[in-house]
Nanobody, 126 residues
Framework: QLKLVESGGGLVQPGGSLRLSCAASGFTLDDVTIGWFRQAPGKEREGVSCISRSGSYTSYADSVKGRFTISRDNAKNTVDLQLSILKPEDTAVYFC???????????????????WGQGTQVTVSS
């Protein structure tokens, strides 16, 4: 069974950090582009970051540039998203997704074959 599972979410104070992880079972993540998206209450899902199949390039939404870092660990079959200098407006459910449309300097977009994880909640609050 093909499955994506996110982990690492939680409650953190403004300025704090979290590391989200996306783990795959049933397939290898290095065969596809991977993206992270988020959806806040009452808002549309937005692309946050993505990484190419080879890991040779990454892309970030303007709102998270310089604060979030995406990376691959092919040995573990995971893609992580390091969240730093968190702000209350980063509060959302974060989803990882496969086979996203990922170009440099553009926020990722879902593609026709995109598969989603179930999401992990990130809450930034004092």
């Amino acid at each position: 069974q093909l499955k994506l599972v996110e982990s690492g979410g939680g409650l953190v104070q403004p300025g704090g950090s979290l590391r989200l992880s996306c783990a795959a079972s049933g397939f290898t993540l290095d065969d596809v582009t991977i993206g992270w998206f988020r959806q806040a209450p009452g808002k549309e899902r937005e692309g946050v970051s993505c990484i190419s199949r080879s890991g040779s390039y990454t892309s970030y939404a303007d709102s998270v540039k310089g604060r979030f870092t995406i990376s691959r660990d092919n040995a573990k079959n995971t893609v992580d998203l390091q969240l730093s200098i968190l702000k209350p407006e980063d509060t959302a459910v974060y989803f990882c997704a496969t086979a996203v449309i990922c170009f440099r300097d553009l926020s990722p977009k879902p593609g026709p074959s995109t598969r989603w994880g179930q999401g992990t909640q990130v809450t930034v609050s004092s």
